[in-house]
């Protein structure tokens, strides 16, 4: 049975994630059946996407399946990773993308919601980078997308403390668009959709693109990246990162050692 249902109405695709039992934990079945409901609503060209949880969730994603992360030294966040390919899938979809964002929003899925166009929330959606937990290098990529919508002083106190934030401060932050009320949530969402169907798709699809391209233009050197490469494998080879997985499975506090 497959994790996302899909639906296409009105030129507005719904991509529904349906992982309920794991809190939508983003595995790699998931991610593998969320990039499949993105290929399938281009090809349906869908002048709008709404990712969401299912109603009334708790919890719109717990992150990154940590099950899945590797043991073996390599890099747990790789170009190739299933989860990079989501958020790129995202950035290059060919008409804004809605999260309409019920309940909290964890780790990886945090980085989901940043590459959204649009994050609708309630008063109960909070956002949570927590790789610091389990002692995960977090990608490059992603923290230029952190950096760009919240700036280095929040990013750092996200990444640093793993605490999650509240609706309110996302919303100053810019990270939400707008709080709702949860039951009028999936309303206000397809009002917003309705606005966006009603403009030139062509147009939309050209501004979408110029602002990731100028987004992105931040020029790094070879070796900068070459600097930053080293640093995640020192990470991801750590003492640390292994008592960061063992803790999380053994349902104990990690004692990080700094090594």
């Not at 030294?73 to 989501?86: E, F, R, T």
Request: charged share 25%; hydrophobic share 40%; net charge negative.
């Amino acid at each position: 049975m497959s994790m996302v249902n899909t639906e296409f109405n009105n030129k507005i695709g719904w991509i529904t994630m349906n992982y309920d039992s794991k809190r939508n934990a983003l595995s790699f079945e998931m991610l593998g059946n969320l990039l499949d409901a993105f290929k399938e609503m281009q090809e349906k060209k869908a002048r709008v996407v709404i990712l969401r949880a299912n109603k009334g969730a708790q919890v719109w994603s717990a992150g990154f399946n940590i099950d899945e992360l590797p043991e073996d030294g390599s890099d747990p966040l790789a170009y190739d990773n299933p989860l990079q390919k989501v958020i790129r899938s995202i950035m290059e979809f060919p008409a804004p993308v809605i999260a309409m964002a019920e309940g909290s929003i964890w780790g990886g899925a945090c980085n989901i919601a940043f590459v959204c166009d649009i994050v609708i929330g309630t008063k109960d959606t909070c956002l949570a980078i927590t790789p610091a937990r389990i002692g995960v290098p977090y990608n490059t990529s992603g923290i230029l997308q952190f950096l760009d919508i919240i700036g280095a002083h929040t990013a750092k106190e996200m990444f640093f403390t793993a605490e999650p934030i509240p609706a309110e401060k996302a919303l100053t932050l810019g990270i939400l668009n707008h709080i709702v009320p949860a039951e009028e949530l999936e309303a206000r969402t397809l009002k917003l959709a309705e606005k966006i169907i009603a403009n030139s798709p062509l147009s939309i699809r050209v501004i979408k693109e110029q602002l990731n391209i100028l987004g992105n233009a931040m020029p790094l050197s070879p070796q900068t990246f070459e600097h930053i490469d080293m640093l995640r494998r020192k990470a991801g080879t750590s003492k640390d990162y292994r008592e960061g997985i063992n803790s999380f499975h053994e349902k104990r506090k990690p004692e990080f050692l700094g090594e």
